[in-house]
């Protein structure tokens, strides 16, 4: 049942990543097997155990057509390998499996649904025509369905390209039925837009509604579209490319956002509250979001960024690494995030300084330092005038280090790379608005090998970054242009 090319990949991926030591990979986020990875994909709760998907290259650490890997966890941060699940085998995906989703059948089997790509020449430029398609399978094999594709061009609104129309996300309804939303693009509208599919047996599907059009508001085309409900409101998420600055609200490039609201499913309209942006880092792109079996929405995504995805040479034996998971939550129409609680299991050696008071200068303390860490730290002003800028160093030795910057009066935070082993003149700095009550500010850093995650307040502004610094810059400094009391709380995470 499988063919040449599902088996090919499997034997090349077992070869060769026998090259990786555990110590060329981050410690507890997931990476590819070998070669490339893209962005998740399938992310379910499957017979017991989280199954993660992802947009896969075996061959070398570039994309290139597209394969589904696979990976199973019980806690989200020890990842198992499975064999590749799908490759780009079939005359209706003989291009690339693109981005989708899974949810378990009635009769206990495993669906996902991918966008199948065919190239075609289109004035003298190839362009792929994309259309959805079915694998169902039992946790390891999957065999692609007969009737592929289950949704193409001929099921969309006018007006849709059929070359822009990809990464469905699946869920099935309290009423029973499945559901699906998908982008395409609309060229006339200015660009991506999300239409919702429905379905009784998750194999034959139709187009209900359009969700959102983007109309050139948050870049061109969108991908990997979520919809999901959570604490009483409807949440659209999306990845936008080609964006144009607005603010500190969204940056140039791609990027992904949220928009809160009320869905009126008798209408199939989705009435807006607010719209911000998920990530105000530099590495995080198209999330996908899981309940998990104690209710938790839990989101995971690519922790990187198209526009500095591709400087490395194909040599490398893996590239493209996951964020930590993320528990979701919405209050006043804002998205929070935080950890998986999942993590503070791995805990260990806690540091605790309370209330150290510095100024103009830079410390460090005792016990404070590693790469492998989760840290909580609290900054407050001492003194009569508010500090003009404090900074958090880490994974620093005398040649590198990486930073988050916070100036009180600005209420800007800000993370820069420049020193983090980047030879490339690409982003290394992103700045994000956080509210500032009186020049205090609270924040946790997530620290692996390779990244760096940072946790603002009750997680309402997240900044992601990778970082490419050599394992032995293992220090952590504190600065302030001022004078502060600073409480740190650090644990190695020993996985
Ligand atoms: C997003 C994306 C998806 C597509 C996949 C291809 O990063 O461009 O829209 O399905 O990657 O690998």
Redo the contacts with the bound molecule.
Sequence with gaps: MLTQALRDARRFEEEKEREITPEMRPAYHLSARVGWL??PNGFCYFQGKYHLFY?YHPYNSH?GP?HWGHATSTDLLHWDYLPAAMAPDQPYDRD?C??GSALMLPDGRHLLMY?GVVNEEQDGRMRGIQAQCIAIGDGIDYGKYEKNPVISISNLPKGSSKYDF??PKLWQGKDGRYYAVAVTDNPSKGGGQVLLFVSNDALKWRYETTIMSNNERIGLMW??PDFFEIDGKSVLMC?AMDMLPQDLKYYNGNGTFYITGEYDKEKGSFKEESDHAVDYGIDF??PQTVVAPDGRRLMIA?MQN?DTCNLHTPDVPWFGQMTVPRELSVKDGRLYQKPIREIEQFRKNRILHKNIQFSHGEISLPGVRGRCVDMILEIMPAGKDIYQKFALRFAENAKYHTAVSFRPHEGILKIDRKFSGSRRAIIHQRRAAVGCKDGGIRMRLLLDRYSAEIFVGDGEKVMTTTISTELSAEDITFFVDGSVYISVEKYDLVM
Aim: proline share 0%.
């Design positions: 893209n962005d947009q994309w597209m690339g693109f981005s966008t990809r990464d991908e990997c990845s792109y198209a690519w198209w």
